[in-house]
Nanobody, 125 residues
Framework: QVQVVESGGGLVQAGASLRLSCAVSGRTFSSLAMGWFRQAPGKEREFVAAISRSGGSSEYADSVKGRFIISRDNNKNTVVLQMNSLKPEDTAVYYC??????????????????WGQGTQVTVSS
């Protein structure tokens, strides 16, 4: 059974940084394409960033490009989302997701089989 657990959310002021971590167990981590998504109140879940199995390829939503960085450590079974220059519109529950069937899964949530419970990020103005 694959388990996905996010951590690192919190309440920060605009302009601050946060580092979200996602720990995965139950499967060889290097066999998983990973992604981060978020959902704000009253809105649909949206793509934030994705990274390939090796970490050699990544992709970002336009809204976070240049501010967020996704990375992974296949030795530690973790994927990290470094969020800089946070804005109030980044407020959302952030979800980590894993796909065991592709090298890279991109921005479509339907390709991800395993999801964490989410971690709340709140950015005050």
């Amino acid at each position: 059974q694959v388990q996905v657990v996010e951590s690192g959310g919190g309440l920060v002021q605009a302009g601050a940084s946060l580092r979200l971590s996602c720990a995965v167990s139950g499967r060889t981590f290097s066999s998983l394409a990973m992604g981060w998504f978020r959902q704000a109140p009253g809105k649909e879940r949206e793509f934030v960033a994705a990274i390939s199995r090796s970490g050699g390829s990544s992709e970002y939503a336009d809204s976070v490009k240049g501010r967020f960085i996704i990375s992974r450590d296949n030795n530690k079974n973790t994927v990290v989302l470094q969020m800089n220059s946070l804005k109030p519109e980044d407020t959302a529950v952030y979800y980590c997701a894993a796909d065991p069937s592709a090298y890279y899964s991109g921005s479509d949530p339907k390709y991800y089989d395993y999801w964490g419970q989410g971690t709340q990020v709140t950015v005050s103005s």
